[in-house]
């Protein structure tokens, strides 16, 4: 299994950017795909999270309406459409991918992307 994250970088408070995961090593299209993120001194949380069977999403509070989460399952990528962003947006994001196997998840985690929203 491989995630490749990119589309990381320093944007003014504001702006968009767009990060994308490349996977590889795995049925893309049967697995749920995440963005997490972790900012200095805090835990990884969940950012967005997209499901294999339906496509539906969920968003973390703080950023719903402001992100968009999607997938091409062709392509096998994973997009996070990033709008409006504010400093505490800063952190590194990573790409997720859970599997089912049998009765449990395993996770697997991209090398993840800098985020930094600053003037």
Request: net charge positive; with cysteine; glycine share 10%.
């Amino acid at each position: 299994v491989q995630l490749v994250e990119s589309g990381g970088g320093l944007v003014q408070p504001g702006g968009s950017l767009r990060l994308s995961c490349a996977a590889s090593g795995f049925t893309f299209r049967s697995v749920d795909m995440s963005w997490y993120r972790q900012a200095p001194g805090k835990d990884r949380e969940l950012v967005a999270r997209i499901t294999s069977a339906d496509g539906s999403t969920k968003y973390a509070d703080s950023v719903r309406g402001r992100f968009t989460i999607s997938r091409d399952n062709a392509k096998t990528t994973l997009y996070l459409q990033m709008s409006s962003l504010k400093p505490e947006d800063t952190a590194v994001y990573y790409c997720n991918a859970r599997r089912l196997v049998v009765t449990q998840y395993n996770y697997y985690w991209g090398q993840g992307t800098q985020v930094t929203v600053s003037s």
